[in-house]
T-cell receptor, first 110, second 113 residues
Framework: DQQVKQNSPSLSVQEGRISILNCDYTNSMFDYFLWYKKYPAEGPTFLISISSIKDKNEDGRFTVFLNKSAKHLSLHIVPSQPGDSAVYFCAASVGNQFYFGTGTSLTVIP | DAEITQSPRHKITETGRQVTLACHQTWNHNNMFWYRQDLGHGLRLIHYSYGVHDTNKGEVSDGYSVSRSNTEDLPLTLESAASSQTSVYFC????????????FGPGTRLLVL
């Protein structure tokens, strides 16, 4: 059973606008959440993370929001750039075990 | 620079053959992981290791094995390759502490005919 879900397989956004990628999880024991970015023929690369004791973490154009009561995680990219076009995976961990969503393919249109 | 590498990057094999995929990291990380990526499933954990001589089964371990004889390497063996094991395989490593990020290798694309 999928413990981490990304219900939108794809998303298209105009350059300069905000991209919002969503992720839901079922296990309330998860205490660390991450977003990874993946380009074709490459491994996933770490983008941003958030601990369960926080509800927001920012790094430049990227902000991750955590709503523990809703078991929901989102990644905001502002402003979106064509180089952000990639597949984005959310992940959640408990201990040293990580669980990944199925990914959302983001296309930023110039 | 420290890194994590996988070899081969592409492999074609036949059903029933034994295949070994290599993973090597130079970060001196204790934790190493193998995942497979399939359409509609995201990344699924196959096996993982928390240190030398330690190995554990993940979500989709059937038909796979690993061994950890040193810190740097965690080879993944498909004992008798099946067409259902056609996939992209990623190795990852992380520090031992909790809430540490996993760092991924570039992946191995395996085709089982």
């Amino acid at each position: 059973d999928q413990q981490v879900k990304q219900n939108s397989p794809s998303l298209s956004v105009q350059e300069g606008r905000i991209s919002i990628l969503n992720c839901d999880y079922t296990n309330s024991m998860f205490d660390y959440f991450l977003w990874y970015k993946k380009y074709p023929a490459e491994g996933p690369t770490f983008l941003i993370s958030i601990s369960s004791i926080k509800d927001k973490n920012e790094d430049g154009r990227f902000t991750v929001f955590l709503n523990k009561s809703a078991k929901h995680l989102s990644l905001h990219i502002v402003p979106s750039q064509p180089g952000d076009s990639a597949v984005y995976f959310c992940a959640a961990s408990v201990g040293n075990q990580f669980y990944f969503g199925t990914g959302t393919s983001l296309t930023v249109i110039p | 620079d420290a890194e994590i590498t996988q070899s081969p990057r592409h492999k074609i094999t036949e059903t029933g053959r034994q295949v070994t995929l290599a993973c090597h990291q130079t970060w001196n990380h204790n934790n190493m992981f193998w995942y497979r990526q399939d359409l509609g499933h995201g990344l699924r954990l196959i096996h993982y290791s928390y240190g030398v001589h330690d190995t554990n089964k993940g979500e989709v371990s059937d038909g796979y094995s690993v061994s950890r004889s040193n810190t740097e390497d965690l080879p993944l063996t498909l004992e008798s390759a099946a067409s259902s094991q056609t996939s992209v395989y990623f190795c990852a490593s992380s520090e031992s502490a909790l809430q540490e990020t996993q760092y991924f290798g570039p992946g191995t694309r395996l085709l089982v005919l």
